[in-house]
């Protein structure tokens, strides 16, 4: 059985952690992936690896985004939360990393209120996506054909709704990168009943 240590693919992912995310998104996708094999790192965005939630949950990342070099992974994912999506947006090694991705072809996923940011610099114009409710009219103003779907895939871009739909998110980056039986395969691991 893939685990983290022993994983299925090469390709990790950055999960970007900001103060005030929702936890749940973010563990909910990592917990998905690293079922499937396939790595993924939490990444503080501050100056410390500790990290409070938006629910007063403390996580501890494995590396500051300062230590690392976001081009060794494969994607880099950003969590939602509020105030965690400004807390990320306001840094501008985030910004930056993501307009390159985005411009790039290469895979960003977000979930909640982060699609937000991607839309406010532009990012998904013209781009199928999806967000949590109280933010679709940010993604719309900004030029992004929306949709309600769980998790919408616009070619390497993956965006989400919310902490309901994390899972789904983490199972649309498991069939991104390994296919359909892996899906399968995490959906019984996890007694997936949608």
Avoid: W
Wanted: hydrophobic content about 45%; charged content about 20%; aromatic content about 4%.
């Amino acid at each position: 059985m893939p685990t983290p240590d022993n994983p299925t693919t090469d390709k990790k992912i950055a999960v970007l952690i900001a103060e005030g995310l929702e936890e749940v998104e973010a563990l909910a996708v990592v917990d998905v992936v690293f079922r499937a094999g396939i790595r993924a790192e939490l990444i503080a965005v501050g100056d410390s690896l500790t990290v409070t939630s938006s629910h007063k949950v403390v996580l501890t990342c494995e590396a500051l985004l300062s230590e690392v070099d976001l081009d060794d992974y494969d994607m880099v994912f950003l969590p939602g939360g509020i105030p965690g999506t400004p807390n990320l947006k306001a840094v501008p090694a985030v910004t930056d990393e993501v307009t390159a991705r985005v411009q790039a072809g290469r895979p960003v996923a977000a979930i909640c209120a982060a699609p937000s940011i991607l839309a406010e610099l532009g990012l998904l114009q013209g781009r199928d996506a999806t967000s949590n409710p109280n933010f679709m009219g940010v993604l719309a103003e900004h030029g992004a054909r929306t949709s309600q779907a769980a998790v919408v895939v616009d070619d390497q871009l993956l965006t989400s709704r919310g902490m309901g739909t994390a899972i789904e998110l983490g199972l649309e980056i498991v069939r991104h990168y390994l296919g359909d039986d892996a899906v399968d395969a995490v959906k019984r691991g996890i007694v997936y009943q949608h």
